[in-house]
Every structure is written in structure tokens, then in C-alpha cells.
């Protein structure tokens, strides 16, 4: 089982629906949790950072963590053709000394007008 | 959000030549950077972890003399591919670990843009 499992998609929308992406891992130790954007060939972008179980909002984007079900999700209300991109989950934990970021595969996003 | 510049975006190269990436972060002074490679609809693999000053830790699977990392300042880390071969051929993304934010939420990673690899 691997440690972060992401539904790669593809999903498609319609301008303006809610977008409702997800993530689940398996190792407890895990203590925070990111959303990145990542447009086609560039970088990753930090969207949602959270540590504690509940939600915390950023305008049109809503990020929930449930540590309990080991269960992450991000949401996207209102959403836009911008919007079209790869979002990666991340999830942080120590090891070894060191911290790691383990990253799902990504589910591409493609909001149509 | 910080700045981290990767240079170069892109590289096309021959079989059995070094090939350098940068890394810079632009408005914060990062003692640790990590370089991390992405294939095609996969995720990022952390390669290794690049500390000023210091040797780099090497995730396992990834070859040190192949990809040399060089962190000798505290906003600028480079990694060469080494007599690079096809198989090199890859996204190669870093990112810069920035504290500023303080010990209750932890530090976050800020990314570069990313340099595609080609090697003919």
C-alpha cells in the first residue's frame, strides 16, 4: 500500500461547479498536510497548508483534514478555467532526523467555460 | 509566498555530457533544498536533500556520482547530471525550504519552475 494514494483523475467540470478533490494515506505520522497546484511544465504552487484535523478556508478554496479516517480533501467552490491544472496533495512526517514531503500522484482538473 | 528561480527551464543535450541546474531562492536565505525529478502523470520522487554547507542525503535508489549536488550558499544549490543518458531524461524540480514562518506550523517548501531534460 502506498503511503499516499491520489485519484489521478482525469475530472472535468463545468465553469462554476464545486470541485472536490481527495487524498488518503496510511501512515500516522504524517503531521501536515498541503494542497499544491501545478500547471502544465512548471513547478508545484502551495495552496492550502493545514495541520490539525477540521477545515481552514482561502477564499474560493476550502482545505479538510479528518486524521481520524486519514483522509484529506480540497475544495474548490465557484470554479474557474484557470482553475485547470494538476493538484498534488503532500504530506510531511520526520524521519530519520530529517523531515520528508511525500507527495500523491495528482489529479489534473480541467474547467471547462 | 517566497521565490525560488530554477534555471534552466529547458536543456536538450547529447549522450555522455553534464548538464547544470540551478536553484535560487530570491527573497529568503534557505540552509536546506531539496531536488526532486517527475516522470510523466507521476508524482515527485525527492532525489535528495541539499544542506549549505554540508553533503547531501541521497534518497535511496538514487545515485550519487550521477547527480551531483553543491549547496555552498545559502540561496543557491545546484545539481548536475553527470555523462547524462537518455534515461536521464526528466522533470527536475527543487524547492527551498523557508522558516520564516515559525515552529507552529512548521516550515514550507516553495518550488522552482522546473527544468524539462531532454538527452538525445
Known amino acids: 500500500q502506498k503511503e499516499v494514494e491520489q485519484d489521478p483523475g482525469p475530472l472535468s467540470v463545468p465553469e462554476g461547479a464545486i470541485v472536490s478533490l481527495n487524498c488518503t494515506y496510511s501512515?500516522?505520522?504524517?503531521?501536515?498536510f498541503m494542497w499544491y497546484r501545478q500547471y502544465s511544465r512548471k513547478g508545484p504552487e502551495l495552496l492550502m497548508y493545514t495541520y490539525s484535523s477540521g477545515n481552514k478556508e482561502d477564499g474560493r478554496f476550502t482545505a479538510q483534514v479528518d486524521k481520524s479516517s486519514k483522509y484529506i480533501s480540497l475544495f474548490i467552490r465557484d470554479s474557474q478555467p484557470s482553475d485547470s491544472a494538476t493538484y498534488l496533495c503532500?504530506?510531511?512526517?520526520?524521519?530519520?532526523?530529517?523531515?520528508?514531503?511525500?507527495f500523491g500522484k495528482g489529479t489534473k482538473l480541467t474547467v471547462n467555460p | 509566498g517566497a521565490v525560488v528561480s530554477q534555471h534552466p527551464s529547458r536543456v536538450i543535450c547529447k549522450s555522455g555530457t553534464s548538464v547544470k541546474i540551478e536553484c535560487r531562492s530570491l527573497d529568503f536565505q534557505a540552509t536546506t533544498m531539496f531536488w526532486y525529478r517527475q516522470f510523466p502523470k507521476q508524482s515527485l520522487m525527492l532525489m535528495a536533500t541539499s544542506n549549505e554547507g554540508s553533503k547531501a542525503t541521497y534518497e535511496q535508489g538514487v545515485e550519487k556520482d550521477k547527480f551531483l549536488i553543491n549547496h555552498a550558499s545559502l540561496t543557491l544549490s545546484t545539481l548536475t547530471v553527470t555523462s547524462a543518458h537518455p534515461e536521464d531524461s526528466s522533470f527536475y524540480i527543487c524547492s527551498a525550504r523557508d522558516f520564516r514562518l515559525g515552529t507552529t506550523w512548521g516550515d514550507i517548501q516553495y518550488f522552482g519552475a522546473g527544468t524539462r531534460l531532454s538527452v538525445l
Open positions: 501512515n500516522s505520522a504524517f503531521q501536515y
Open positions: 503532500a504530506m510531511k512526517r520526520t524521519q530519520g532526523g530529517s523531515e520528508k514531503l511525500v
